[in-house]
T-cell receptor
Framework: GDSVTQMEGPVTLSEEAFLTINCTYT??????LFWYVQYPGEGLQLLLK?????DKGSNKGFEATYRKETTSFHLEKGSVQVSDSAVYFC???????????FGGGTRLMVKP | NAGVTQTPKFRVLKTGQSMTLLCAQD?????MYWYRQDPGMGLRLIHY???????AKGEVPDGYNVSRLKKQNFLLGLESAAPSQTSVYFC?????????????FGQGTRLTVV
Protein backbone atom coordinates (compact mmCIF):
# COMPACT_ATOMS: atom_id res chain seq x y z
CA GLY A 1 0.00 0.00 0.00
CA ASP A 2 0.88 3.66 -0.11
CA SER A 3 3.08 4.95 2.66
CA VAL A 4 5.11 7.95 3.76
CA THR A 5 8.27 7.80 5.86
CA GLN A 6 9.68 10.80 7.68
CA MET A 7 12.77 11.25 9.76
CA GLU A 8 12.04 10.86 13.45
CA GLY A 9 12.33 13.85 15.67
CA PRO A 10 12.60 15.90 17.58
CA VAL A 11 14.85 18.10 15.49
CA THR A 12 16.39 20.84 17.61
CA LEU A 13 18.03 23.80 15.91
CA SER A 14 19.26 27.23 16.82
CA GLU A 15 17.61 30.25 15.25
CA GLU A 16 18.89 30.99 11.71
CA ALA A 17 20.12 27.43 11.21
CA PHE A 18 19.42 25.48 8.01
CA LEU A 19 16.59 22.96 8.17
CA THR A 20 16.08 19.71 6.31
CA ILE A 21 13.34 17.23 7.15
CA ASN A 22 13.50 14.10 5.03
CA CYS A 23 10.41 12.50 3.51
CA THR A 24 10.24 9.49 1.22
CA TYR A 25 7.19 7.72 -0.12
CA THR A 26 5.92 4.60 -1.80
CA UNK A 27 2.86 4.76 -3.99
CA UNK A 28 1.12 2.54 -6.50
CA UNK A 29 0.25 5.44 -8.77
CA UNK A 30 1.31 9.04 -9.34
CA UNK A 31 0.75 10.98 -6.15
CA UNK A 32 0.54 14.61 -5.24
CA LEU A 33 2.76 15.45 -2.30
CA PHE A 34 2.13 17.78 0.60
CA TRP A 35 3.72 19.21 3.70
CA TYR A 36 1.39 20.13 6.54
CA VAL A 37 2.37 21.99 9.70
CA GLN A 38 0.77 21.70 13.13
CA TYR A 39 1.43 24.47 15.62
CA PRO A 40 0.93 23.72 19.32
CA GLY A 41 -2.71 23.24 20.22
CA GLU A 42 -3.94 23.60 16.66
CA GLY A 43 -5.01 21.46 13.73
CA LEU A 44 -2.95 20.87 10.63
CA GLN A 45 -2.46 23.55 8.00
CA LEU A 46 -1.23 23.11 4.47
CA LEU A 47 2.32 24.47 4.15
CA LEU A 48 3.12 23.60 0.53
CA LYS A 49 2.43 21.06 -2.16
CA UNK A 50 3.66 19.66 -5.47
CA UNK A 51 1.52 17.79 -7.93
CA UNK A 52 4.03 16.32 -10.39
CA UNK A 53 7.64 15.31 -10.72
CA UNK A 54 10.24 18.10 -10.51
CA ASP A 55 7.67 20.58 -9.19
CA LYS A 56 8.87 22.73 -6.33
CA GLY A 57 6.43 23.80 -3.66
CA SER A 58 7.30 26.85 -1.58
CA ASN A 59 5.73 28.95 1.15
CA LYS A 60 6.94 31.08 4.09
CA GLY A 61 10.59 30.39 3.18
CA PHE A 62 10.07 26.61 3.11
CA GLU A 63 10.69 24.62 -0.05
CA ALA A 64 10.33 21.02 -1.18
CA THR A 65 11.00 19.46 -4.58
CA TYR A 66 9.11 16.43 -5.89
CA ARG A 67 11.84 13.92 -6.83
CA LYS A 68 10.34 10.97 -8.62
CA GLU A 69 13.68 9.21 -9.16
CA THR A 70 14.35 9.08 -5.42
CA THR A 71 10.67 9.08 -4.36
CA SER A 72 11.40 11.95 -2.02
CA PHE A 73 9.94 15.31 -0.99
CA HIS A 74 12.37 16.75 1.54
CA LEU A 75 11.43 19.96 3.33
CA GLU A 76 14.06 22.70 3.57
CA LYS A 77 14.38 26.19 4.96
CA GLY A 78 17.48 28.30 4.84
CA SER A 79 17.07 30.13 8.15
CA VAL A 80 14.61 28.91 10.77
CA GLN A 81 12.92 31.10 13.36
CA VAL A 82 11.58 30.31 16.81
CA SER A 83 8.08 30.70 15.36
CA ASP A 84 8.75 27.72 13.06
CA SER A 85 8.64 25.39 16.06
CA ALA A 86 5.88 22.91 15.22
CA VAL A 87 5.23 19.39 14.02
CA TYR A 88 5.64 18.86 10.29
CA PHE A 89 3.80 16.13 8.38
CA CYS A 90 4.58 14.86 4.92
CA UNK A 91 1.59 13.43 3.06
CA UNK A 92 0.61 12.02 -0.30
CA UNK A 93 -2.60 11.64 -2.24
CA UNK A 94 -3.07 9.64 -5.36
CA UNK A 95 -4.53 11.84 -8.06
CA UNK A 96 -7.54 9.58 -8.47
CA UNK A 97 -7.85 8.83 -4.77
CA UNK A 98 -9.90 10.17 -1.93
CA UNK A 99 -7.51 10.00 0.97
CA UNK A 100 -4.38 11.64 2.29
CA UNK A 101 -1.73 9.29 3.65
CA PHE A 102 0.45 10.90 6.32
CA GLY A 103 3.91 10.26 7.62
CA GLY A 104 4.53 10.02 11.35
CA GLY A 105 5.36 13.69 11.78
CA THR A 106 8.60 15.41 12.78
CA ARG A 107 8.72 17.79 15.70
CA LEU A 108 10.93 20.83 15.14
CA MET A 109 12.16 22.88 18.07
CA VAL A 110 13.97 26.13 17.35
CA LYS A 111 15.88 27.76 20.19
CA PRO A 112 16.71 31.48 20.32
CA ASN B 1 -8.76 26.12 10.84
CA ALA B 2 -11.54 28.49 9.91
CA GLY B 3 -14.70 26.74 8.79
CA VAL B 4 -14.19 23.43 10.64
CA THR B 5 -15.40 23.20 14.22
CA GLN B 6 -14.98 20.18 16.44
CA THR B 7 -16.81 19.59 19.70
CA PRO B 8 -15.89 18.82 22.37
CA LYS B 9 -12.25 19.91 22.59
CA PHE B 10 -11.43 17.67 25.54
CA ARG B 11 -13.11 14.65 27.10
CA VAL B 12 -12.29 11.98 29.64
CA LEU B 13 -14.26 8.74 29.42
CA LYS B 14 -14.36 5.61 31.49
CA THR B 15 -13.85 2.29 29.75
CA GLY B 16 -17.14 1.12 28.27
CA GLN B 17 -18.76 4.53 28.06
CA SER B 18 -20.02 5.90 24.80
CA MET B 19 -19.70 9.32 23.22
CA THR B 20 -20.10 11.21 19.97
CA LEU B 21 -17.68 13.70 18.47
CA LEU B 22 -19.14 16.34 16.21
CA CYS B 23 -17.48 17.95 13.22
CA ALA B 24 -19.30 20.89 11.68
CA GLN B 25 -18.24 22.79 8.56
CA ASP B 26 -19.47 25.96 6.94
CA UNK B 27 -17.47 25.69 3.70
CA UNK B 28 -19.93 23.47 1.79
CA UNK B 29 -17.21 20.90 1.03
CA UNK B 30 -18.20 17.44 -0.10
CA UNK B 31 -15.58 15.32 1.57
CA MET B 32 -15.21 14.94 5.33
CA TYR B 33 -12.73 12.78 7.23
CA TRP B 34 -12.02 11.61 10.75
CA TYR B 35 -8.39 10.95 11.70
CA ARG B 36 -6.72 9.94 14.91
CA GLN B 37 -3.26 11.19 15.81
CA ASP B 38 -0.97 9.11 17.95
CA PRO B 39 2.68 9.77 18.85
CA GLY B 40 5.06 8.60 16.13
CA MET B 41 2.24 7.31 13.94
CA GLY B 42 1.09 10.45 12.24
CA LEU B 43 -2.55 10.70 11.31
CA ARG B 44 -4.49 7.56 10.52
CA LEU B 45 -7.81 7.67 8.74
CA ILE B 46 -10.73 6.20 10.67
CA HIS B 47 -13.71 6.85 8.40
CA TYR B 48 -14.60 9.31 5.70
CA UNK B 49 -17.57 10.54 3.73
CA UNK B 50 -17.81 11.61 0.11
CA UNK B 51 -21.17 13.29 0.55
CA UNK B 52 -24.36 13.53 2.53
CA UNK B 53 -25.70 10.11 3.44
CA UNK B 54 -22.51 8.22 2.54
CA UNK B 55 -19.67 6.88 4.66
CA ALA B 56 -16.68 4.62 4.08
CA LYS B 57 -14.04 2.90 6.18
CA GLY B 58 -10.54 4.17 6.40
CA GLU B 59 -7.39 2.55 7.72
CA VAL B 60 -8.46 2.01 11.36
CA PRO B 61 -12.29 1.85 11.52
CA ASP B 62 -12.77 -0.78 14.24
CA GLY B 63 -14.51 0.47 17.36
CA TYR B 64 -15.92 3.55 15.64
CA ASN B 65 -19.07 4.42 13.75
CA VAL B 66 -19.91 7.51 11.74
CA SER B 67 -22.89 9.26 10.24
CA ARG B 68 -23.34 12.06 7.71
CA LEU B 69 -27.04 12.84 7.85
CA LYS B 70 -26.44 16.46 6.90
CA LYS B 71 -23.79 17.72 4.51
CA GLN B 72 -22.32 20.08 7.05
CA ASN B 73 -21.98 17.60 9.91
CA PHE B 74 -19.92 14.44 10.31
CA LEU B 75 -20.34 12.52 13.56
CA LEU B 76 -17.86 10.04 15.01
CA GLY B 77 -19.22 7.63 17.61
CA LEU B 78 -17.54 5.38 20.12
CA GLU B 79 -20.06 2.84 21.38
CA SER B 80 -17.87 1.29 24.08
CA ALA B 81 -14.68 3.24 24.68
CA ALA B 82 -11.40 1.42 25.28
CA PRO B 83 -8.07 2.78 26.56
CA SER B 84 -6.59 2.10 23.10
CA GLN B 85 -8.87 4.83 21.80
CA THR B 86 -7.07 7.45 23.84
CA SER B 87 -5.89 9.82 21.14
CA VAL B 88 -6.31 13.20 19.53
CA TYR B 89 -9.04 13.16 16.91
CA PHE B 90 -9.05 15.49 13.93
CA CYS B 91 -11.78 16.21 11.46
CA UNK B 92 -10.84 17.38 7.98
CA UNK B 93 -12.78 18.56 4.96
CA UNK B 94 -11.90 18.85 1.30
CA UNK B 95 -13.59 20.15 -1.79
CA UNK B 96 -14.06 18.10 -4.94
CA UNK B 97 -12.75 14.56 -4.66
CA UNK B 98 -10.54 14.53 -7.76
CA UNK B 99 -8.84 17.85 -7.24
CA UNK B 100 -5.65 18.47 -5.32
CA UNK B 101 -7.08 21.26 -3.23
CA UNK B 102 -5.96 21.36 0.35
CA UNK B 103 -7.68 19.73 3.25
CA UNK B 104 -8.83 21.95 6.11
CA PHE B 105 -8.55 20.61 9.62
CA GLY B 106 -10.38 21.27 12.84
CA GLN B 107 -8.48 22.03 16.04
CA GLY B 108 -8.80 18.52 17.38
CA THR B 109 -10.48 16.68 20.24
CA ARG B 110 -8.27 15.23 22.93
CA LEU B 111 -9.90 12.07 24.27
CA THR B 112 -8.63 10.11 27.24
CA VAL B 113 -10.15 6.75 28.13
CA VAL B 114 -9.35 5.54 31.63
Amino acid sequence: GDSVTQMEGPVTLSEEAFLTINCTYTATGYPSLFWYVQYPGEGLQLLLKATKADDKGSNKGFEATYRKETTSFHLEKGSVQVSDSAVYFCALKLNAGNMLTFGGGTRLMVKP
Amino acid sequence: NAGVTQTPKFRVLKTGQSMTLLCAQDMNHEYMYWYRQDPGMGLRLIHYSVGEGTTAKGEVPDGYNVSRLKKQNFLLGLESAAPSQTSVYFCAIRDRPTSNTEAFFGQGTRLTVV
